[in-house]
């Protein structure tokens, strides 16, 4: 769809769903005299000939897939997924915020459908629950040797009092080196996917199983769709549809149930798309502090932030219901009265996002950023 709103704008674009390896770039290059490179969740420094061929790279960062901040640096324009990230990055280069787009021919109301079949539905991905052999890897120090479940549940119990919040993925970095020095008498440099498995996997089963856990307290009347990984978690396989990936049966499912649940960071791409076919978004924000409320952010000027999520372009409980960790109830009865969204807000907010939040919206944004470096 990103590309697709590139030749909208009357370039001509080449491109695949990987990432080239140095030799198929290099061809790829020659073949196309591309006069800039876009790629996602990969940075400039990570495959050299891009600096060789002295061409405009960009690069979305929407996953940082075990690496931290000092690992994104090189590309000429960073677009940060999380607008928090952009305080944490140093890339050299400039650097911003992109969110995510949808397609509004692709996702849109439908006028005819009415029927509400289920109170929630959950849309995305869990990662498999840990295995016998992941936890019993081995990290071997000087004189002690431990296995990976005694420091993820060191790591865990800590986060859980400190929270996540005000922590960039370097503090994570440390808070773990801290944890192995405790454990082992010094730091080990751990293997990535170790460092994927702390700072990654661990959250998001952390995120998605809070979430159910909130709406399976008020209503079995609940369905999860997204990768097979949910029926090796017992307490939500009955739970669990299918793999969906055609687009008209997600817009269909957005508008299928009462609610629809999201976690993680506020302006996501199943967001917009439930919010663009006029489905009522229910968002798990844990952005303020955590949830014993025990900490407030400290040392993080949220003023430099360009932008928080969700709550800066739609407004709360008319375009979009948010609730934390304290007030689930409350938010969930409000949203119960309503069921679906009264017309006027369902226009409306099918309209904001119309004007400001496709993907045509986003490449004009990239468009204008680029043109800096002609």
Known sequence: MLSDAF???????????????????????????????????????????????????????????????????????????????????????FTTWLPPG?????????????????????????????????????????????TFNKLITEYLDFINIETYREKDHQACVEIINGILEDLLGEAIALPRDMLYDLLIRAKRMRNRTELLSFALRKSDSTVIYGSSNWLQWSEYAKFYRKFV??????????????????????????????????????????????????????????????????????????????????NFDDVYEKARLVSCQNQKALSDTVKLVQNHHTWHCRVRQILADISQFS
């Open 102 to 146: 949808t397609c509004t021919q692709t996702f849109y109301p439908i006028p005819s459908f009415k029927t509400k079949e289920f109170e929630f539905s959950f849309i995305g991905h869990i990662p498999r629950p840990w295995s016998d052999a992941e936890l019993s890897r081995l990290l071997i120090g000087p004189n002690k040797t431990v």
């Open 7 to 93: 030749v909208k704008q009357g370039l001509t674009v080449s491109g695949q769903c990987k990432l080239l390896a140095e030799s198929e770039m290099r061809t790829w290059v020659i073949e196309k005299k591309p006069s800039v490179i876009f790629e996602m969740n990969r940075v400039k420094d990570e495959i050299p000939i891009l600096h060789e061929l002295n061409i405009i790279h960009v690069t979305w960062i929407v996953d940082m897939e075990g690496r931290d901040e000092s690992h994104i640096k090189g590309s000429d324009i960073t677009y940060t997924f999380d607008p928090g990230w952009v305080l944490s990055f140093n890339t050299g280069g």
């Open 245 to 326: 990936d055609k687009e008209a049966e997600i817009n269909l499912i957005h508008q299928q149930s009462k609610i629809n649940l999201h976690d993680g960071v506020g302006f996501h791409f199943r967001a917009i798309d439930c919010l663009a076919s006029g489905g009522l978004l229910f968002w798990y924000n844990d952005n303020e502090g955590d949830k014993y409320e025990t900490y407030q952010f400290k040392n993080l000027d949220r003023s430099k932030i360009l932008s928080n999520g969700l709550h800066d372009f739609f407004e709360d409980q008319y375009n979009y219901f948010e609730f934390k960790w304290l």
